[in-house]
């Protein structure tokens, strides 16, 4: 089993930056990939950013591309969301997630999920 919280969300004006963390405990042989997702009010969840946990390749979405940076720690211990020039619709609830198969790290049938950092941009 795995746990996740995240924690960094906030109000922020266009333009601007936040960075959101995810502090990871557990069975490490569960979560071989990590990923943040986000959800807007009306909206399906979204993937923004996913990472293979031992090859350390990352992945984002096209609107995100060239502004967030997904990354570990060295330890792995805790995933971070660096967001940078964001824009209004980047407004969402922001969730931290993990998954045991490789193969579903670009799917959003993840198997474990945290509680969410609301992310506001205004």
């Known amino acids: 089993h795995v746990q996740l919280v995240e924690s960094g969300g906030g109000s922020v004006q266009p333009g601007g930056s936040l960075r959101l963390s995810c502090v990871v405990s557990?069975?490490?042989?569960?979560?071989?990939?990590m990923a943040w997702f986000r959800q807007a009010p009306g909206n399906e969840r979204e993937g923004v950013a996913a990472?293979?946990?031992?090859?350390?390749?990352?992945f984002y979405a096209d609107s995100v591309k060239g502004r967030f940076t997904i990354s570990q720690d060295n330890a792995k211990t805790t995933l971070y969301l660096q967001m940078d020039s964001l824009k209004p619709e980047d407004t969402a609830m922001y969730y931290c997630?993990?998954?045991?198969?490789?193969?579903?790290?670009?799917?959003?049938?993840?198997?474990?999920w945290g509680q969410g950092t609301q992310v506001t941009v205004s």
């Open positions: 997630a993990a998954v045991t198969q490789s193969e579903r790290c670009l799917t959003t049938a993840y198997d474990f």
């Open positions: 557990g069975d490490t042989r569960s979560r071989l990939c």
């Open positions: 990472i293979r946990r031992y090859s350390g390749t990352t």
